[in-house]
């Protein structure tokens, strides 16, 4: 029989100090020397098939202890040192399997006090957003990646860039695109720059969406995405050439604390200068507010994606030419947030968009269709909200597609002016005006609400103790005082 060799020194030496044995003891016992035993707990000989049968029938250990690896351990210990206040404190995993092995009992304590570490920030940190939305500004801050950085910075600001905006205006005019936009941008591409625009299969771009080789001036594109997407990809590199001024300048205005947080944002403001490009200001918000903020008459009459058109809504903020003032939140279906916008900034203190019960979760029980919904706050302010699917790069038949879903909303007092508020169902009040009825009651996300016997609530709210009464059981897994 082949040998099969295990280095296991740290689990051995823990072992032999549980059952009280010396290392000449134990070596006795197992028929090796006393030095070649020290080796093995140091790790610098391995463990064979026939030594481990012999430690499983002379002092009772299982095969499995032995065999058994701390890769639970590793990964937890792995977490922590992601954490932006360690990260590259360690070079590599090596020191992690190390304290692992070494010291199993030391890393579940660090891994239960970084746990403790995380949720107090988490507290401290809905706390800071309980108090900002009574007006009283906190200095609570906790260390964030540089795409936490540039998220905060893009969602409490409008989404509206007037800079980009007139510069988007101007490369339309001097490409009149007409009705071919990704011919247009192909064709100055290649005139002013040499740079030829080729789609290639999934097997040459396995992992890219699109890649710019500068040493054969060719822009590469995946075939995985769709020609809305792609049309978005040259229209994002021709922005970089031609609007980088601009864009600097509107980087620099962010006052971004890294080059990092300042890459991620070059990015977010190419792709804003993009949908500048798709759907021009002037005629994208007068076609919006004849089609009444319909997202599937613009979409087709743009010719770009649900998404798009949806994004390009939350950014009519120009002076004399407004929008209603939407604002956006992305999620997976995994309840994952990574896009939040809005015209006047994302309403993180009177919607917050936290709660489970908003439609946008709903929409991936119906995956295409869209879903309307008036939605109440606690504090009694009402919102129109707009929810679908959005389906990501297309896979091969193996693969899983990439689903998303995307929500719209707007306060109803706007939705006289948006088609989807006849979609909602009114009463007629005093005077003959419509009264919204039956909006849905949610909050700003469930460790901030406090609406009781909700049968959606996740988690218990920070500013209550919990119910802990033997003699009544409420609705929720967290009834609160």
Same mark, same amino acid.
């Given at each position: 029989?082949?040998?099969?060799?295990?280095?296991?020194?740290?689990?051995?030496?823990?072992?032999?100090?549980?059952?009280?044995?010396?290392?000449?003891?134990?070596?006795?016992?197992?028929?090796?020397?006393?030095?070649?035993?020290?080796?093995?707990?140091?790790?610098?000989?391995?463990?064979?098939?026939?030594?481990?049968?012999?430690?499983?029938?002379?002092?009772?250990?299982?095969?499995?202890?032995?065999?058994?690896?701390?890769?639970?351990?590793?990964?937890?210990?792995?977490?922590?040192?992601?954490?932006?206040? *360690? @990260?590259?404190? %360690?070079?590599?995993?090596?020191? /992690?399997? =190390?304290? $692992?092995?070494? &010291?199993?009992?030391?890393?579940?304590?660090?891994?239960?006090?970084?746990?403790?570490?995380?949720?107090?920030?988490?507290?401290?940190?809905?706390?800071?957003?309980?108090?900002?939305?009574?007006?009283?500004?906190?200095?609570?801050?906790?260390?964030?990646?540089?795409?936490?950085?540039?998220?905060?910075?893009?969602?409490?600001?409008?989404?509206?860039?007037?800079?980009?905006?007139?510069?988007?205006?101007?490369?339309?005019?001097?490409?009149?695109?007409?009705?071919?936009?990704?011919?247009?941008?192909?064709?100055?591409?290649?005139?002013?720059?040499?740079?030829?625009?080729?789609?290639?299969?999934?097997?040459?771009?396995?992992?890219?969406?699109?890649?710019?080789?500068?040493?054969?001036?060719?822009?590469? *594109? @995946?075939?995985? %995405?769709?020609?809305?997407?792609? /049309?978005? =990809?040259? $229209?994002?590199? &021709?922005?970089?050439?031609?609007?980088?001024?601009?864009?600097?300048?509107?980087?620099?205005?962010?006052?971004?604390?890294?080059?990092?947080?300042?890459?991620?944002?070059?990015?977010?403001?190419?792709?804003?200068?993009?949908?500048?490009?798709?759907?021009?200001?002037?005629?994208?918000?007068?076609?919006?507010?004849?089609?009444?903020?319909?997202?599937?008459?613009?979409?087709?009459?743009?010719?770009?994606?649900?998404?798009?058109?949806?994004?390009?809504?939350?950014?009519?903020?120009?002076?004399?030419?407004?929008?209603?003032?939407?604002?956006?939140?992305?999620?997976?279906?995994?309840?994952?947030?990574?896009?939040?916008?809005?015209?006047?900034?994302?309403?993180?203190?009177?919607?917050?968009?936290?709660?489970?019960?908003?439609?946008?979760?709903?929409?991936?029980?119906?995956?295409?269709?869209?879903?309307?919904?008036?939605?109440?706050?606690?504090?009694?302010?009402?919102?129109?909200?707009?929810?679908?699917?959005?389906?990501?790069?297309?896979?091969?038949?193996?693969?899983?597609?990439?689903?998303?879903?995307?929500?719209?909303?707007?306060?109803?007092?706007?939705?006289?002016?948006?088609?989807?508020?006849?979609?909602?169902?009114?009463?007629?009040?005093?005077?003959?005006?419509?009264?919204?009825?039956?909006?849905?009651?949610?909050?700003?996300?469930?460790?901030?609400?406090?609406?009781?016997?909700?049968?959606?609530?996740?988690?218990?709210?920070?500013?209550?103790?919990?119910?802990?009464?033997?003699?009544?059981?409420?609705?929720?897994?967290?009834?609160?005082?």
């Amino acid at each position: 029989m082949a040998e099969q060799k295990i280095f296991a020194g740290p689990r051995i030496r823990r072992i032999r100090i549980a059952k009280g044995l010396t290392q000449t003891a134990m070596a006795e016992g197992l028929g090796i020397s006393p030095s070649y035993l020290n080796l093995i707990e140091r790790n610098q000989r391995p463990l064979t098939v026939q030594l481990i049968l012999k430690l499983a029938s002379a002092y009772k250990v299982e095969p499995e202890e032995l065999h058994g690896e701390a890769g639970g351990s590793i990964a937890a210990l792995r977490e922590v040192f992601s954490d932006p206040l *360690l @990260s590259g404190e %360690l070079p590599g995993d090596q020191e /992690l399997i =190390e304290i $692992a092995e070494a &010291a199993p009992n030391a890393a579940a304590a660090v891994v239960k006090l970084f746990r403790a570490y995380r949720e107090q920030a988490e507290r401290l940190s809905d706390l800071s957003e309980l108090l900002a939305q009574e007006g009283k500004a906190t200095a609570l801050s906790s260390a964030r990646l540089p795409i936490d950085e540039v998220n905060e910075v893009f969602e409490r600001r409008p989404n509206h860039f007037q800079s980009i905006e007139e510069e988007a205006d101007a490369f339309v005019s001097l490409l009149d695109p007409r009705d071919d936009l990704m011919g247009a941008l192909k064709a100055w591409l290649k005139r002013d720059y040499g740079i030829v625009v080729k789609v290639l299969p999934v097997t040459t771009m396995p992992n890219w969406r699109r890649r710019y080789d500068r040493h054969s001036q060719r822009l590469f *594109l @995946s075939e995985r %995405l769709s020609p809305f997407d792609q /049309l978005r =990809e040259v $229209a994002m590199e &021709a922005c970089l050439i031609r609007m980088q001024v601009a864009i600097a300048a509107e980087i620099k205005a962010l006052k971004l604390s890294s080059d990092e947080a300042r890459r991620i944002a070059r990015f977010e403001l190419a792709r804003y200068a993009a949908h500048a490009l798709m759907m021009p200001y002037q005629a994208f918000q007068t076609a919006a507010v004849r089609a009444l903020y319909d997202v599937d008459v613009l979409r087709s009459r743009f010719g770009v994606s649900f998404e798009q058109a949806a994004n390009r809504l939350t950014t009519l903020q120009r002076q004399g030419a407004l929008g209603a003032p939407f604002f956006m939140l992305e999620i997976d279906n995994a309840g994952n947030r990574f896009r939040r916008s809005g015209a006047q900034g994302f309403p993180h203190s009177r919607f917050g968009g936290g709660c489970p019960k908003l439609p946008v979760h709903a929409a991936f029980t119906q995956p295409g269709q869209i879903f309307v919904e008036a939605v109440q706050m606690p504090d009694g302010a009402e919102f129109l909200c707009v929810a679908r699917t959005l389906e990501g790069p297309q896979g091969a038949f193996n693969e899983r597609p990439r689903r998303t879903a995307i929500l719209l909303g707007c306060d109803i007092a706007f939705r006289a002016e948006i088609v989807y508020g006849a979609a909602l169902p009114q009463a007629t009040g005093p005077a003959g005006r419509p009264i919204q009825i039956g909006a849905t009651a949610v909050g700003p996300a469930c460790r901030l609400c406090e609406r009781q016997g909700c049968l959606a609530r996740a988690e218990p709210p920070v500013t209550r103790p919990l119910g802990l009464d033997e003699m009544v059981t409420g609705l929720s897994a967290f009834d609160f005082q």
